[in-house]
């Protein structure tokens, strides 16, 4: 069963998000699958980076959504300095400063997966100063920590981060 193991509302960006992006309908986690199984050139691109990092050093996968196309955006990345350039091959979102809800969710990974979303959504609702502020350019993302796939056994720790504004 999965568990929330920490939360915090915090001042998030600006930051260049850089990448490989897929859209595909909601629920197409085999491709995104395949997109992590295949990143290890995408990581090797913003390794060279370095001067650009950030204090958010995890990889992640952000998720937008196209609206129009009815798809899930799905980027295999690193949040980095806003005037990054861009390796050729790779795509990039700027996102703009905001505050963000982040929380580490441990468990087993495909109930993990699935659960850390609505856990993380649910300690939002809890929240009196804080709102979700969704938008299509954020919807969330998957923070994969050196502890998200566990050497021995099932367990595993994922971070997963939704976009938050103050109440007024």
């Given at each position: 069963?999965?568990?929330?193991?920490?939360?915090?509302?915090?001042?998030?960006?600006?930051?260049?998000?850089?990448?490989?992006?897929?859209?595909?309908?909601?629920?197409?986690?085999?491709?995104?699958?395949?997109?992590?199984?295949?990143?290890?050139?995408?990581?090797?691109?913003?390794?060279?980076?370095?001067?650009?990092?950030?204090?958010?050093?995890?990889?992640i996968a952000y998720l937008n959504w196209d609206a129009e196309k009815g798809l899930l955006g799905y980027t295999v990345g690193r949040f980095m300095k806003i005037n990054t350039p861009i390796p050729d091959g790779l795509d990039y979102i700027d996102i703009p400063a905001q505050f963000v809800a982040k929380s580490l969710v441990s468990g087993e990974f495909s109930d993990m997966i699935s659960e850390a979303p609505k856990l993380t959504e649910e300690a939002i609702k809890k929240q009196d100063t804080y709102t979700i502020a969704w938008s299509e350019k954020f919807v969330g993302a998957e923070v994969y920590t050196k502890d998200t796939i566990a050497k021995e056994g099932i367990h595993s720790v994922l971070g997963y981060y939704i976009p938050c504004k103050k109440v007024k």
């Open positions: 069963m999965p568990k929330l193991e920490k939360f915090e509302i915090a001042e998030f960006g600006p930051f260049r998000l850089i990448g490989k992006t897929l859209y595909a309908p909601p629920h197409s986690g085999e491709l995104f699958g395949d997109l992590w199984g295949n990143s290890k050139a995408v990581f090797a691109a913003i390794d060279k980076l370095a001067g650009y990092s950030t204090d958010e050093t995890s990889d």
